[in-house]
């Protein structure tokens, strides 16, 4: 399944974004689907994922309360709304999905990187202070 990212680019601090991410994939609406993001000399960590049916959302700590994760099953997109941007979120963003169907969601521990795959190419963040 292919997945690609959009809605990257240059914002103040403060200001918000959106970002889109559409799959090919035809097992779409039974994956949970995440999204990650990495800045130079880091590793790729978590920021928010939604599962399958769209009921359950996870949010790293960092983001929560500025960052919204929403799917659309019958578009096959998921939908990452910024606001608030700070310039410790300038990254490449990524999108991923599950790589098993039915993927659960809990507050108790964050998604793993490992259990998600077919990432797209990333997008692009810049937050400038």
Known sequence: AQIQESGGGLVQAGGSLRLSCTSSSSTFSRVTMAWFRQAPGK???????????GTSTEYAHSVKGRFTISRDNAKNM??????????????????ARSLRAFYPLNSATLPRRIDFGSWGQGTQVTVSS
Not at 43 to 53: N, P, S
Not at 84 to 91: F, G, I, R, T
């Open 78 to 95: 998921v939908v990452l709304q910024m606001t608030s941007l700070k310039p410790e979120d300038s990254a490449v963003y990524y999108c």
């Open 43 to 53: 590793e790729r960590e978590f920021v928010a994922a939604v599962t399958w049916g």
